[in-house]
């Protein structure tokens, strides 16, 4: 059980370490520098650069924060298949291994935050926070892949899952956006949010591409978020503890967003008031929860009676 667990962590962080190298070479060859990413990171590990100009990748660098990096995915992935094996025999603890997840992209959140600004300007945060959840996706389709028992036995059918969280998604999506153009129309600057967050998350000096642009991410992100949501909620469907990861979720959900702003450009808070997009969000979160409540009435009348019981 050792061994394969070992293995299997092993082969999970490598896959995970691949992915996010892949989409930074891609990232870089896109923007015309390749490797300036681990270049820049690798600096910033060994040697302590906050400053990126004039700074040139090298092989020791790019090599050094290669090597660190899968290290680090292995470690990662070894722990998550040991609680993934122990999940099988007792489902109710795979909430640990979503709490796993969650503090694994929290972890690299701190990181990007620390690096300083000057770093981040040249290393594109949401650019190593994108390849990190793609990363988390691929070791995530790895360990369903090697547990189709457990997959099956906590979430069921993942087409209808699927399409649960995306609809959910949009629901969210759109009571932001409408949310933010109420805002906007009432200030008498229709749109001004979307411009404003799309210049300072995406980089996008032309107002029309940051209107756009924002607005696609955006609409992608919460749908990929109504799919966890979907996921989780129909893990509680079976294992009610799953509520309590979707609590979880859903919270660091509030604090990604905010502090994805802060990251990027702490002005916008200034420009647009930190409070319309937290009511925004908050919101979306509750849209997309009345979405779930209506097409998990049961789970929702399981835990209303528990809780009556309680009190």
Known sequence: MQRSILKEGVVAGLIGAAVVAVWFLLFDIWRGQPFLTPGLLGAAVFQGVTNPIGLRPTVGNVLGYTIIHGLAFIAFGVVAASLMAVSEREPTLFVAFVILFASFEVFVFGIVGALGKSMLGALVW?????????????????????????SRTLIGSWGSVFREGVVAGLLGA???????????????????????????????????????????????????????????????????????????????????FVGGVLIAAKWVLDELAGWTIFVGNLLATGAMLAYFIRGHRALARRLTTAWAEDD
């Open 126 to 150: 949401w650019a190593i926070l994108g390849g990190n959840l793609l990363a988390s996706l691929a070791m995530l389709w790895y360990f369903f892949r090697a547990h189709r028992v457990l």
């Open 174 to 256: 759109a009571a932001v956006a409408l949310w933010f153009l109420a805002i906007d129309w009432i200030q008498g600057e229709p749109l001004r949010t979307p411009r404003l967050l799309g210049a300072a998350i995406l980089r996008q000096p032309d107002p029309g591409a940051a209107i756009i642009s924002y607005t696609v991410v955006h609409g992608i992100a919460f749908a990929l978020f109504g799919i966890v949501g979907a996921a989780l909620i129909a893990g509680a469907e079976r294992q009610p503890l799953f509520v309590f990861a979707l609590v979880i979720f859903f919270t660091a959900f509030e604090v990604f």
